[in-house]
């Protein structure tokens, strides 16, 4: 199988913050990877550096096959092409802890608009596959809601709708469930579940230890802003081979 997602020692400081300390990390088509740590380990900095909402300090970044081009400007690293991370990112699928669905539009025109808009594809078929997409994940009858008449749950689903519109390589899902109350988890997890289910690309901060440990095809330890451990779920949630990690998978796995 192909590489959707590599990352080679990337390296991320905020201020004297160094949060990532060259961490590197390959997803290949239809894996699904769980990120999990303690707050503050660099989770959400590592997934957010992958489509460059964060620039990296050092390291690289490719997307099936296709390396991200940086340059040093006035002393700061950046990307050298802005057009190619447009691009990249129109290649994945993001989902954050905050839904950030458009108010003034309805569920079916928060879908389609970047398919329409950034992918210039035809509005009739954008359509016809966000009417499938949101069927999918349970939203059929709320494609004339506003955000505002949705639960928090709801919410979320339509957000997952909106980056599977995008025909993504890649689904990154940063703390999917940590806003919502906990009766509405549980519908989110569902929709993800069949999406890995479906051979979908995902790598997922997440720290639903339970979860992670029945969708993943590999976990990821991370602490102090470095791998720490890595390796099928068995062993990462059954086995650790690592004291810290241990001690964090017993503190959480059973809650």
């Not at 905020?14 to 390959?26: D, I, T």
Request: hydrophobic fraction near 45%; glycine fraction near 10%.
């Amino acid at each position: 199988m192909n590489l959707a997602v590599a990352v080679t020692d990337l390296r991320k400081s905020f201020g004297r913050n160094e949060v990532l300390k060259g961490v590197s990390l390959a997803a290949r088509e239809g894996e699904v990877i769980s990120i999990i740590g303690a707050s503050g380990s660099g989770k959400s900095t590592l997934l957010r550096c992958i489509p460059m909402l964060e620039v990296p300090d050092g390291g690289e970044v490719a997307i099936a096959g296709e390396t991200i081009r940086m340059r040093e400007r006035h002393g700061r690293r950046e990307p050298a092409d802005a057009a190619q991370v447009n691009r990249i990112r129109g290649e994945l699928g993001f989902v954050f802890q905050t839904f950030n669905l458009w108010a003034h539009m309805t569920v079916l025109q928060n879908v389609i608009e970047a398919p329409v808009h950034v992918q210039k594809r035809p509005r009739a078929e954008c359509v016809a596959e966000a009417r499938d997409i949101l069927e999918k994940v349970g939203l059929g009858e709320k494609l004339d809601a506003y955000p505002a008449h949705l639960s928090g749950g709801q919410q979320q689903r339509a957000a997952i709708a909106r980056a599977l519109a995008m025909r993504p390589k890649a689904l990154l899902f940063d703390e999917p469930t940590s806003a919502l109350d906990p009766e509405l988890v549980g519908e989110v997890l569902r929709v993800m579940r069949a999406l890995a289910a479906e051979g979908r690309t995902m790598l997922i901060v997440t720290h639903e230890m339970g979860f992670a440990a029945e969708v993943s095809t590999r976990a990821v330890f991370l602490a102090d802003g470095r791998i720490e451990e890595e390796g099928p779920p068995a062993q990462v949630f059954g086995d650790p081979l690592t004291e810290r990690c241990r001690q964090f998978v017993g503190r959480h796995l059973n809650r």
